[in-house]
């Protein structure tokens, strides 16, 4: 069994920058799903407000056109996937910026679920999911031929040392201070 020590996973510039597009197209949707549809249904909102806050939408379906522009303005607004998208937006920025990994599997999946989302519905903001899912899984892509010990910037301490489990003598681990931690020594 080999163990690697690594403490931070670096790339080349330009998968950064794939995946940090597509938190940004991501931030940008939510932000229009949080910020304008609640502004587009403004005399619906003056309607619920006058109301009653509380209670008054409901998951039956709609049987006057009052019920469902109700309806409609709930999951336009709150039910909408723009909180959740603007939040993954922000979590996928953040990442890509602190130099983490953003798997590619999440790219795949947003392609695999946007591509049938915007042939059944192509005129919507659907067609950004595939985006968002194509720039993380090129982004992910281009640091499959990445290797820490071909990158000359990387840090030498941080390479990568393979040992087997049971070296507790490892001239890297005394370095670290950690001589003996495999082996059932000192932590």
Not at 73 to 89: E, I, K
Not at 118 to 140: N, R
Not at 142 to 157: A, E, I
């Amino acid at each position: 069994m080999y163990v690697c020590f690594v403490e931070r996973d670096r790339v080349d510039g330009k998968s950064v920058r794939l995946v940090q597009a597509a938190g940004w197209v991501a931030i940008g949707m939510g932000a229009v799903h949080v910020v304008v549809a609640p502004l587009e249904r403004g005399d619906v909102w003056s309607q619920v407000l006058g109301d009653g806050v509380w209670n008054t939408f409901t998951l039956k379906t709609p049987s006057t056109l009052s019920e469902f522009e109700r309806a409609e303005t709930f999951w336009t607004t709150f039910g909408s996937w723009g909180v959740p998208t603007l939040v993954f937006g922000g979590y996928v920025v953040w990442s890509a910026r602190q130099g983490h990994r953003v798997p590619g599997w999440l790219g795949w999946t947003l392609l695999a679920w946007g591509a049938p989302l915007v042939i059944v519905l192509p005129a919507s903001p659907g067609w950004a999911f595939p985006l968002i899912g194509g720039l993380i899984a090129l982004g992910d892509r281009r640091r499959q031929g990445w290797s820490p010990s071909q990158d000359p910037q990387w840090p030498s301490r941080a390479r990568p040392r393979r040992f087997v489990k049971g070296s507790a003598d490892s001239p890297w681990l005394r370095e670290q201070g950690r001589a003996g931690m495999f082996a059932g020594g000192k932590r």
